[in-house]
Structures are given as C-alpha cells and as structure tokens.
C-alpha cells in the first residue's frame, strides 16, 4: 500500500463512517462560535504604529514592551504574581504541561479534558491517571493510591478545564482545589472557555471560586470570549521565570506581533468592566435553556455552551444540517471531538442574541431533532 493509497483509505473509512470533516464558510446566525459576549462582531477600532509581525522569538528581537504591559494587566486582573503571553491556547497548554510535568510524575487528568492537555501529557512522558469526568471519588481514590505507593515521591498534578468546551458543565473547582491540597498534588486549570465570562469582572471560575491560592496555574486563551489572537498562562513569578527558560513552545516559536498587544490593551478594560454583557450572557443561556426543556430535548450541562447529544454520527450531522436550513449557524460534534456514540449539536449562546431568536432556534432544534 502506498502512502497515497493509505491516506484515500483512511477518508473512505471517515466518510463511511460519517466522520469525513471539511471546511464550511460561516453562513447563517452565529450559534458556534464561542465568541460568547459577543466581541467577535464588533469592529476593531485600534489604531497602532506597533510592528505587525513578531520577526524572532519572545528571547530575541521578538520581545516588545508591549508584552510586560499587557502581562501586567493580566496578572492584575486575575490578582496572581504573574502572566505569561503564548501564542494559542494550544500551545500554551501543551508548552506548560510538558515543561512542568516530568517523567515519573504522576497526573490525574479529567477523561473530557481537551486534547491539547492530552498532546501535552503525552509530551511530558509522565504516568497518568484518567479519571471519570468530573467525578470526585474516582480522582480521591486516583490520588489516594497514588500517595500510599511506597516508591511515590515524585510530584503529583490534577487537571481540569473549569468549563467543559463540549459538554457546558463546570469542574467543582473548590472541591477538587480542596482534595488536591489535602493528597499534596498540584492543579493546573485550563480556563480556555470561561475567560471573560464569570466572577464579577470576569477573570473565570477560579477566581469566582475563589481558589486562585490553591492552583499553580491557569491557562487562559484570546481566542474565546476575550476576542483577541493569542493566549496567556497566570501564576507565580518563579512558574513565569521557570517557563521563560524551559518552555520549548515559548522558546522556538516567533513571538505575537507587538501590534497585537494594543488589541489586547484596548479590550482588556473593555471586558472587566463589561458586566452586562456577562449578565445577558447567561440570561440568555437561561431563556434558552428553559425554552428546550419545555419542548422535551434534553440538553446537558449548565453553561452556555449547549449540547444536545444525538448519538450517531449521521444523524447529528443531519439534525445540525436542518437546523442551518434554517438559518441557524449550529455544527454536529463527532468524535474524536467527543467520545464515540454521544455526537452532537453543540449550540453556543452568545451575550447578542436577540432572546426571541432564542426561542425560535430552541424551537427549530427540537423540530430538527424528531426529522432525523
Ligand atoms: C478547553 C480548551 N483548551 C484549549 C483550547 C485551545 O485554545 P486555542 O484555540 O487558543 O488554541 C481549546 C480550544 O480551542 C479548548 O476548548
């Protein structure tokens, strides 16, 4: 078999099996992105005379003082020593974890965890301990074990997104913060999906949760509701010292573009003090939400990301394609996005939807899903 021959089988079997993907152009009202206070739209009214591009790494001629100012802010607003700019949240992740986490360590990582932590665990060589999403006992009785090994002794990590970016439900940070601390292990949150959008002025769920003391680092993304290219890693100033030296994905990449940095500095005032558009976020998710289960279709999660899980593949594929029919932008996720079997629509509401348009979608969705 050639290569060739390889890759046009491995897509007949992808589209045998409903999973083939292709690039769709945004076409219809927007419920799939996850610009949820709805930034994306706007215009953006900054005007700069920074560099466009980064021309070298952050350690070389690509450092901007720019950058200081923007991590500064950062670290402000999540009240932590210290911020660290990437440039994805992919990286960031990937980059954090496989620098921090040694072989030998042991992890004990959510089973729903995105894939960017999975690729860094990977990375990192380190032993793993994959426990039932979200579920306390099963990480108590991870960590428990993991303490009593006699040959234990290297350093122990729990990671969690604190919003699940396919299935809307929240980590219970004070517990898992709590059971962490008591096992001696150290927590790492990726907060890629509630940036912006909870505590008072948005910093996210660990701040809201109020164990920022208890977690050695978040990861944060632009990318989301922020509205902004790029991504950030808070914590201390010795993990910022320690990541400027070791991180490979911050050492060997060419930093942002300076002139990225006064976007950052526009929209970061813009998003702290922005507390309405946090407020109609989730009033939206509730009217949305509520509207569903009077129809009868059940959605999981709290939050304002909504998935209504189909199960098969083509079937989700065909509810999301009716659904856009019309006029709704809404995708079906399959796996690997998410385990086999639970393919669904994945619904994102946005601080700028009109809630009768809500209403009308919750409507369409349940009409689509008895079509298929
Ligand atoms: C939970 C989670 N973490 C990290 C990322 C990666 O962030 P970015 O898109 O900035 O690379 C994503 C999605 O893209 C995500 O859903």
Same mark, same amino acid.
């Given at each position: 078999?050639?290569?060739?021959d390889?890759?046009?089988?491995?897509?007949?079997?992808? *589209?045998?099996?409903?999973?083939?993907?292709?690039?769709?152009?945004?076409?219809?009202?927007?419920?799939?992105?996850?610009?949820?206070l709805?930034?994306a739209?706007?215009?953006?009214?900054?005007?700069?005379?920074? %560099?466009?591009?980064?021309?070298?790494?952050?350690?070389?001629? #690509?450092h901007?003082?720019?950058?200081?100012?923007?991590?500064?802010?950062?670290?402000?607003?999540?009240?932590?020593?210290?911020?660290?700019m990437?440039?994805?949240g992919?990286?960031?992740?990937? #980059?954090? &974890?496989?620098t921090?986490?040694? %072989?030998?360590d042991?992890? =004990?990582?959510d089973?729903l965890?995105?894939a960017?932590?999975?690729?860094?665990?990977?990375?990192a060589?380190?032993?793993?301990?994959v426990?039932?999403?979200?579920?306390?006992n099963?990480?108590?009785? #991870?960590?428990? !074990?993991?303490?009593a090994?006699?040959e234990?002794?290297?350093? @122990?990590?729990?990671?969690t997104?604190?919003?699940?970016s396919?299935?809307?439900?929240?980590?219970?940070? *004070?517990?898992? !913060?709590?059971? +962490?601390?008591?096992?001696?292990a150290h927590?790492?949150?990726?907060?890629?999906? +509630?940036?912006?959008?909870?505590?008072?002025a948005?910093?996210?769920?660990?701040?809201? +949760?109020?164990?920022?003391?208890?977690?050695?680092?978040?990861?944060?993304?632009?990318g989301?509701?922020?509205?902004?290219?790029?991504?950030?890693i808070?914590?201390?100033?010795?993990?910022?010292?320690?990541?400027?030296?070791?991180?490979r994905?911050l050492?060997?990449?060419?930093?942002?573009? %300076?002139?990225?940095?006064?976007w950052?500095m526009q929209?970061?005032?813009?998003?702290? =003090?922005?507390d309405?558009?946090?407020?109609?976020?989730?009033?939206?998710?509730?009217?949305f939400r +509520?509207?569903?289960?009077?129809? $009868?279709?059940?959605?999981? $999660?709290?939050?304002y990301?909504?998935?209504v899980?189909?199960?098969?593949d083509?079937?989700?594929? =065909?509810?999301?394609? @009716?659904? *856009?029919?019309?006029?709704?932008?809404v995708r079906?996720?399959?796996?690997?996005?998410?385990?086999?079997?639970?393919s *669904?629509?994945? &619904?994102?509401?946005?601080?700028d939807?009109? %809630?009768?348009?809500?209403?009308?979608?919750a409507?369409?969705? =349940?009409?689509?899903?008895?079509?298929?």
């Amino acid at each position: 078999m050639t290569l060739f021959d390889r890759w046009t089988s491995a897509l007949d079997q992808l *589209r045998a099996q409903g999973r083939y993907r292709q690039f769709a152009a945004p076409a219809g009202i927007d419920f799939t992105s996850n610009d949820y206070l709805g930034y994306a739209s706007q215009p953006n009214s900054v005007e700069t005379d920074l %560099p466009q591009t980064g021309t070298a790494s952050r350690l070389l001629r #690509g450092h901007h003082e720019i950058w200081e100012q923007v991590e500064s802010a950062l670290a402000a607003w999540h009240g932590c020593e210290a911020a660290l700019m990437m440039t994805s949240g992919y990286t960031a992740n990937e #980059g954090l &974890i496989s620098t921090l986490i040694e %072989p030998g360590d042991w992890v =004990a990582s959510d089973a729903l965890n995105h894939a960017c932590i999975v690729d860094g665990l990977r990375l990192a060589r380190c032993r793993r301990f994959v426990y039932r999403h979200n579920d306390l006992n099963h990480l108590e009785d #991870g960590l428990k !074990a993991e303490t009593a090994r006699p040959e234990a002794g290297r350093e @122990r990590f729990v990671i969690t997104e604190s919003l699940f970016s396919m299935d809307g439900d929240r980590a219970p940070l *004070r517990q898992i !913060a709590a059971l +962490s601390q008591r096992l001696g292990a150290h927590l790492i949150v990726d907060e890629a999906h +509630s940036t912006g959008c909870y505590a008072p002025a948005g910093s996210g769920c660990v701040d809201e +949760s109020g164990v920022r003391a208890q977690v050695l680092a978040t990861v944060h993304t632009g990318g989301k509701a922020l509205a902004l290219p790029g991504a950030y890693i808070a914590g201390s100033n010795l993990l910022k010292e320690y990541l400027t030296n070791r991180c490979r994905h911050l050492i060997f990449t060419t930093a942002m573009p %300076p002139a990225v940095g006064a976007w950052w500095m526009q929209q970061l005032p813009r998003v702290r =003090a922005d507390d309405s558009r946090r407020r109609r976020l989730h009033e939206n998710v509730s009217i949305f939400r +509520s509207r569903l289960a009077d129809l $009868g279709v059940v959605a999981g $999660g709290t939050a304002y990301v909504v998935p209504v899980v189909v199960g098969d593949d083509e079937r989700a594929v =065909a509810a999301a394609a @009716r659904v *856009r029919a019309a006029g709704f932008d809404v995708r079906a996720i399959r796996p690997p996005s998410v385990p086999p079997g639970t393919s *669904r629509l994945r &619904i994102s509401i946005h601080a700028d939807h009109e %809630p009768a348009l809500l209403v009308h979608l919750a409507e369409t969705v =349940a009409d689509a899903l008895s079509h298929v």
